[in-house]
Nanobody
Framework: QVQLVESGGGPVQAGGSLRLSCAAS????????MGWFRQAPGKEREFVAV????????AYADSVKGRFTISRDHAKNTVYLQMNSLKPEDTAVYYC????????????????????WGQGTQVTVSS
């Protein structure tokens, strides 16, 4: 089992920045690809970013490309999502997730690809 705990969310004004953290415990976190998703009220959970076990090949949703950066620190068993130039449409609950694989699959953008999820952290961007 893998336990994931997100933190770092909160209120922020448009144009501001936040860094989300996802702390992992349980099985060997460093062996897993990790993803970030978000879900706004009344909407489906959507892909944000994903990274391979070694920190390579990060991939992003078009809506966040150039503004968000995913990274990881194996020593801290933590994956991060640096969010810059935030917009009101970024308002959502943000979740980290993994499917226990080293590399993410070709369908990394599908929420049902992931088996383990954190509880989420709320990000609210005001205009």
């Amino acid at each position: 089992q893998v336990q994931l705990v997100e933190s770092g969310g909160g209120p922020v004004q448009a144009g501001g920045s936040l860094r989300l953290s996802c702390a992992a415990s349980g099985r060997t976190f460093s062996n897993y690809a990790m993803g970030w998703f978000r879900q706004a009220p009344g909407k489906e959970r959507e892909f944000v970013a994903v990274i391979n076990w070694n920190g390579g090949s990060p991939a992003y949703a078009d809506s966040v490309k150039g503004r968000f950066t995913i990274s990881r620190d194996h020593a801290k068993n933590t994956v991060y999502l640096q969010m810059n130039s935030l917009k009101p449409e970024d308002t959502a609950v943000y979740y980290c997730a993994t499917n226990g694989r080293i590399y993410y699959s070709a369908t990394y953008y599908r929420a049902n690809e992931y088996d383990y999820w954190g509880q989420g952290t709320q990000v609210t961007v005001s205009s």
